[in-house]
Every structure is written in structure tokens, then in C-alpha cells.
T-cell receptor, first 110, second 114 residues
Framework: DAKTTQPNSMESNEEEPVHLPCNHS???????IHWYRQLPSQGPEYVIH???SNVNNRMASLAIAEDRKSSTLILHRATLRDAAVYYC???????????FGTGTRLTVIP | NAGVTQTPKFQVLKTGQSMTLQCAQD?????MYWYRQDPGMGLRLIYY???????DKGEVPNGYNVSRLNKREFSLRLESAAPSQTSVYFC?????????????FGSGTRLTVV
């Protein structure tokens, strides 16, 4: 599985934007970039995914670098409910697994 | 709008006992998965079922068996539980196995083997 690198932890103030970075320098041309988050004592929750273009949905935005070697998950206004571990995952064509690393633990400060 | 339902939510077993973890999804998804998560770690794939009638091993299959009972249900069985199987178990489903599809996870079963 192609690997991703994320900071272990980040902090954000409530109601401010949060930019969660992810490096994936060995990404191949057909790998999709997926983001999941896991709130305390819950299962992972799908957030967003993309291939080459930036993506927006009701939860977040995904900004993908032009060379695709990095991406950033953007939460436009952090709330206390956004405190979670965020996982950046590469999904390979034909792979039947989501490879979860240790993710970034986001703390939201009131 | 239940999504993925796992039962039980909590279980304590003695070493050597057996049990089956149940998982059901109501989204008409084709693919289903079993993961385990140990403290402070990411999830690891145990087994998956790409479609009804098929199952395949994942990253950590030893000590487990699975059954894809029908399109909705995918069960995980521990034949002889060991303390090393103490973990949180998550079931997930997806419409298809391709990389352009997201997974929906259940809320987990917290298993302790003493």
C-alpha cells in the first residue's frame, strides 16, 4: 500500500478554519485520496475523497496539489464536534483495503 | 436509516471460548469488511467480502473465520478466543470495491478476552 504521512496532532480554535496536511509522495496516477475521521468511541466516518481536482462537500473541502504528492483537508469552521482523529488514505485501483495509519488527532479549543 | 449495525456492542470472553460478531447493513452494498483496532493504532483488515458468496483474507486473518450469510449480513467468528484478540472490531460496507467508493462503518464491538 502507498503510504501517507500526517502530523500526529494539531490544535485549532473553535470557529476558525483548520487545514490538515497529508503527504503522499509515492502516490500513483490511479490512486484516490480518501479522508476519514474517527470521533471518540465511534467507528470511522467517511469525510471526502478525490483524484486530481479539488473537491467540496457539506463536511469539508479537499485541496490536492498539482503534482498530487500532497493534499489538505480543510474544515471551514471548526466546531467542538470536529475533534477527532483524521486519517488520510490512498485507495489503489484493485485494492480491497483501506490502509489506516495513525492519523492526526485534532483538538478543538473552545 | 440504520446504516451498518453491529451486535453486541460489548463482550467479555474467557480464553478458549468462542463467539460470533454480527454485522448487518441496510444500504444494499455489495462489499463488506471486518477490521480490528488496537489501542492507539489504526484499523487493520481481518477479512472482507467483495460480493455475496465470496470472502477473502485481509491483513490479520489468523484466529478468525467469516460468513457472508446474504447480501446484508457478514459475521465474524472467533473459534477459540485468545487475549491477543482483545480489541475493538468494526464492520464496514461499500457499494463496490473500487477506489472511487467510500466505506460506511458500524459503531464497533468492544471485545475483552481474559
Amino acid at each position: 500500500d502507498a503510504k501517507t504521512t500526517q502530523p500526529n496532532s494539531m490544535e485549532s480554535n473553535e470557529e476558525e478554519p483548520v487545514h490538515l496536511p497529508c503527504n503522499h509522495s509515492t502516490i500513483s496516477g490511479t490512486d484516490y485520496i480518501h479522508w476519514y475521521r474517527q470521533l471518540p468511541s465511534q467507528g470511522p466516518e467517511y469525510v471526502i475523497h478525490g483524484l486530481t481536482s479539488n473537491v467540496n462537500n457539506r463536511m469539508a473541502s479537499l485541496a490536492i496539489a498539482e503534482d498530487r504528492k500532497s493534499s489538505t483537508l480543510i474544515l471551514h469552521r471548526a466546531t467542538l464536534r470536529d475533534a477527532a482523529v483524521y486519517y488520510c488514505i490512498l485507495r489503489e485501483t484493485g485494492a480491497n483495503n483501506l490502509f489506516f495509519g495513525t492519523g492526526t488527532r485534532l483538538t478543538v479549543i473552545p | 436509516n440504520a446504516g451498518v449495525t453491529q451486535t453486541p456492542k460489548f463482550q467479555v470472553l474467557k480464553t478458549g471460548q468462542s463467539m460470533t460478531l454480527q454485522c448487518a447493513q441496510d444500504m444494499n452494498h455489495n462489499s463488506m469488511y471486518w477490521y480490528r483496532q488496537d489501542p492507539g493504532m489504526g484499523l487493520r483488515l481481518i477479512y472482507y467480502s467483495a460480493s455475496e458468496g465470496t470472502t477473502d483474507k485481509g491483513e490479520v486473518p489468523n484466529g478468525y473465520n467469516v460468513s457472508r450469510l446474504n447480501k446484508r449480513e457478514f459475521s465474524l467468528r472467533l473459534e477459540s478466543a485468545a487475549p491477543s484478540q482483545t480489541s475493538v472490531y468494526f464492520c464496514a460496507s461499500s457499494d463496490l470495491t473500487g477506489p472511487n467508493y467510500g466505506y460506511t462503518f458500524g459503531s464497533g464491538t468492544r471485545l475483552t478476552v481474559v
